[in-house]
């Protein structure tokens, strides 16, 4: 079974919105902290959000705050990452985490799991 399974990718305008859900196994799901990362190509994959595993606390990267939202529903088993006013600089594939966070949410050494990732394109 496939840990992990992001959708809602795809091609917007800057300005727009796209919400990004990742369903997750019982397994994967249960006790983890989630979290999305991106990778843009020719760089580094970077963090964009965190939650814990209750929902009761999210981080973001700076580039986001204010833009982004992470929420979660433990009883579907899914993540969601709701971004809004789209910029051309968040281009790039979406990949959804889970993991038990020891030290930091951002670091991606942190997590277990991860899902293959979905596009996201912004035109200007």
């Known amino acids: 079974q496939v840990p992990l399974v992001e959708s809602g990718g795809g091609l917007v305008q800057a300005g727009g919105s796209l919400r990004l859900s990742c369903a997750a196994s019982?397994?994967?799901?249960?006790?983890?902290?989630m979290g999305w990362f991106r990778q843009a190509p020719g760089k580094e994959r970077e963090f964009v959000a965190a939650?814990?595993?209750?929902?009761?606390?999210?981080y973001y990267a700076d580039s986001v705050k204010g833009r982004f939202i992470i929420s979660r529903d433990n009883a579907k088993k899914t993540v969601y990452l709701q971004m809004n006013s789209l910029k051309p600089d968040d281009t790039a594939v979406y990949y959804c985490?889970?993991?038990?966070?020891?030290?930091?949410?951002?670091?991606?050494?942190?997590?277990?799991?991860w899902g293959q990732g979905t596009q996201v394109t912004v035109s200007s």
């Open positions: 019982a397994r994967t799901f249960s006790s983890n902290a």
């Open positions: 939650i814990t595993w209750s929902g009761g606390r999210s």
């Open positions: 985490a889970a993991g038990l966070i020891y030290r930091d949410y951002g670091d991606l050494r942190e997590y277990t799991y």
